[in-house]
Structures are given as structure tokens and as C-alpha cells.
């Protein structure tokens, strides 16, 4: 078995330095190649803060302004806002999808470095009382197949941004089948109690950062373990916001 490990890591460390110096740009929504979204595509992307109305906690679109909707309702109260850029439709899921399940590490970087320059201005109402930023975290094993977590690396970028830490310690503590076709209950019990915080006491508000929010279910359990650890609230930053209803 640790053979085996051993094998699959430089495999995936030969894909990564290929793919830096070999992988030529193409178009995240539509593959055309020469840029990370072709000018159709690059119009096509619709910011989550251009839509109206939205809910106010959980960015969510909703059919008329309320103070909390339904779907973020059962959220901790500790996770205080979501927020995201784009909308998780048409090019933006295509290239989310590229990036994830094709290994397209130099793709999720270049989405990273979009999200990080947006996010001063996305989470300006809570700046003063940041202090670090953690990324959702793949178990082991999916991490040792995708050779990366992408979480994490839009998370560095974000932390970058904002001059403040990167702490890359939370941990899931089972490899949690995927989310994609659930429910929304199917989502939250698949992830309860699926996180735990290894590292030092956190303190203030943490920003955590998820690639997309559907339901919540993952981030709602993240943030349930930091505050255990400490947090006085959470406020979480996505590329992508679901529009779908469960």
C-alpha cells in the first residue's frame, strides 16, 4: 500500500509540472483555447452581487428581499454571512467541473487569483474583525487522487488579499461520499460531524472558504467546528453560489 501511495504521488507531482509548463490556457466554459475564459464566456459569468434580491445572510437568490430565507434558516447562528462571486451556472460550473475531476490545477489557480482580488471588496463589512482564513478540507484520500485541494488554494489566495494567516487546520475526520446529487437532508447528514479543528485556539471571526455553496451543509458543519475551537463568528466566501431549491 505505501508503495502504491508512493507511486500515485509522483504521478500526480509529473501531471502537476506538466500541466505548468505544458498546459496551454483554454476557456474554463467552452475549451477554446488561448485564454481562462474566452471573451463570450468571460460576458456570460454573472457576479452573485449583480442579482436581485438576494437573501441577506446566505447570498442565496430569493423572490423577494427577506432578512433570512429558508434555506439558511437552520444554519449556526455563528455562521453569520455567505457570500460568493459568481453565480454556479454555465461557464463558471463548467470550469469549477475542469478544474475538480480533470486535475486542473493550474486552472483552479487562476479562479483562486479572481476570488482573492474580489475579496476585499465582498467581505468589506466584517474586514476589521477578520483574523485568518481556512479552507474546507478534503479527506486524505481524495486529496492524494486530485493531488491538490482546491479549497485550499483559493483560500491562499484569499488570505494573500487580506494580509492576514492561512490556517490549514481543519480536518475531516471521514471520507464523506460526494455531495452532488443529494437532497438537501441527504447533504446535511452526510456531512454532520464530519470536521474537527487540530490546531491552536482560534479567535474573531474566520473567513471560510468553500469552491461552491449549494445548501450549506458543509460549510454549516465547518463552521460548527470552529467555533468549537474558538471562532466568535464565521463568515464564509465561495467562487460559486447554487441557485438550485432542495
Not at 457570500?83 to 454555465?90: K, Q
Not at 486530485?146 to 485550499?152: D, E, L, P, T
Not at 492576514?164 to 447528514?189: C, E, F, K
Amino acid at each position: 500500500m505505501a508503495r502504491q501511495l508512493g507511486h500515485r504521488a509522483v504521478l500526480v507531482a509529473l501531471r502537476d509540472w506538466l500541466e505548468r509548463w505544458f498546459f496551454l490556457p483554454t476557456c474554463g466554459g467552452c475549451g477554446w483555447p488561448g485564454a481562462w475564459w474566452c471573451s463570450e464566456c468571460r460576458r456570460s459569468l454573472v457576479r452573485v452581487a449583480d442579482c436581485h434580491p438576494r437573501c441577506v445572510r446566505c447570498d442565496g437568490l430569493v423572490p423577494k428581499p427577506s432578512a433570512v430565507c429558508i434555506d439558511c434558516v437552520d444554519w449556526p447562528a455563528a455562521l453569520i454571512a455567505a457570500r460568493a462571486l459568481f453565480l454556479y451556472r454555465g461557464p463558471v460550473r463548467a470550469a469549477l467541473h475542469r478544474a475538480k475531476y480533470r486535475g486542473e490545477r493550474r486552472r483552479i489557480e487562476e479562479l483562486a487569483s479572481e476570488l482573492g482580488r474580489a475579496s476585499p471588496e465582498i467581505l468589506a463589512p466584517w474586514r476589521s474583525d477578520l483574523t485568518c482564513v481556512v479552507p474546507i478540507p478534503l479527506h486524505p484520500s481524495r486529496r492524494r487522487e486530485r493531488g491538490f485541494n482546491q479549497s485550499a488554494i483559493l483560500a491562499k489566495a484569499v488570505a494573500g488579499q487580506l494580509d492576514i494567516p492561512l490556517r490549514d487546520h481543519l480536518q475531516r475526520t471521514r471520507d464523506t461520499p460526494s455531495q452532488v446529487g443529494r437532497t438537501r437532508s441527504q447533504r446535511w447528514a452526510n456531512v454532520a460531524g464530519a470536521f474537527v479543528w487540530s490546531g491552536s485556539p482560534l479567535d474573531g471571526t474566520v473567513v471560510l472558504i468553500d469552491d461552491t455553496i449549494t445548501t450549506g451543509a458543509t460549510v454549516a458543519a465547518g463552521a460548527t467546528a470552529l467555533v468549537r475551537a474558538g471562532a466568535s463568528a464565521v463568515v464564509v466566501l465561495a467562487f460559486a453560489r447554487a441557485t438550485e431549491q432542495f
